[in-house]
């Protein structure tokens, strides 16, 4: 099974901020990752696909960058509605994909 | 517009089945192109994928689970079900399910339904 290493585990930053959040893969997984955000009592929502597109109706402040086996997802000016919970995916052994463990990103 | 709903009782008694229902609106689970998933998440946990078919292809499952759980479709309500048999306390958090493009990422999910697995 392939381990996803998020980190850090919370990130405590202000409005405006830049988040920088990492993703790393136990082994190669190409660019078959995903990003998703999640705020509490809702489910994921896909925010990043194959490493660095965004998915439909996501705003510009989010991207993705990384191959192989390290990943970054930026944020770069963090909006209210972007305090939340973000996961990595990869699902390169599809469609046995895995998760990180998540990072929080909290208002400072 | 695609919608997922998950239904079912929000509480199990240990060592029963655990049975829960997706309803897919805007889009039809026979589709030769739609991809669709079970995915849990235990309380302030992560997320764990736990199984996935095409109605035309496969059905696979997370070796973690495999024992215990089946995928079952009923194509006249459009629906696909989950089945985890011999439940534990391990087993309680909220399903949810969604589509999956090409085996491949979530790209839309249902709001989730939490399942509780005590006596």
């Known amino acids: 099974e392939i381990v996803m290493t998020q980190s850090p585990a919370t990130l405590s930053l202000s409005p405006g901020e830049i988040a920088t959040l990492s993703c790393r893969a136990s082994?190669?997984?190409?660019?078959?990752l995903a990003w998703y955000q999640q705020k509490p009592g809702q489910a994921p929502r896909l925010l990043i696909y194959r490493a660095s597109t965004r998915a439909t109706g996501i705003p510009a402040r989010f991207s993705g960058s990384g191959s192989e086996t390290e990943f970054t997802l930026t944020i770069s000016s963090l909006q209210s509605e972007d305090f939340a919970v973000y996961y990595c995916h990869q699902y390169n052994n599809w469609p046995r994909g895995t998760f990180g463990q998540g990072t929080k990103v909290e208002m400072k | 517009q695609l919608q997922l709903q998950e239904s079912g009782p929000g509480l199990v008694k240990p060592s029963e089945t655990l049975s829960l229902t997706c309803t897919v609106s805007g889009d039809s689970i026979t589709s030769r192109s739609s991809y669709w998933g079970w995915i849990r998440q235990p309380p302030g946990k992560g997320l764990e994928w736990i199984g996935s078919?095409?109605?035309?292809?496969?059905?696979y499952y997370n070796p973690s689970l495999q024992s215990r759980v089946r995928i079952s479709v009923d194509t006249s309500k459009n629906q696909f079900s989950l089945s985890l048999s011999s439940v534990t306390a391990a087993d309680t958090a909220v399903y949810y399910c969604a589509r999956q493009y090409n085996w491949n990422y979530f790209d839309l999910w249902g709001q989730g339904t939490m399942v509780t697995v005590s006596s």
């Open positions: 078919f095409i109605y035309s292809g496969s059905t």
């Open positions: 082994q190669s997984v190409s660019s078959n």
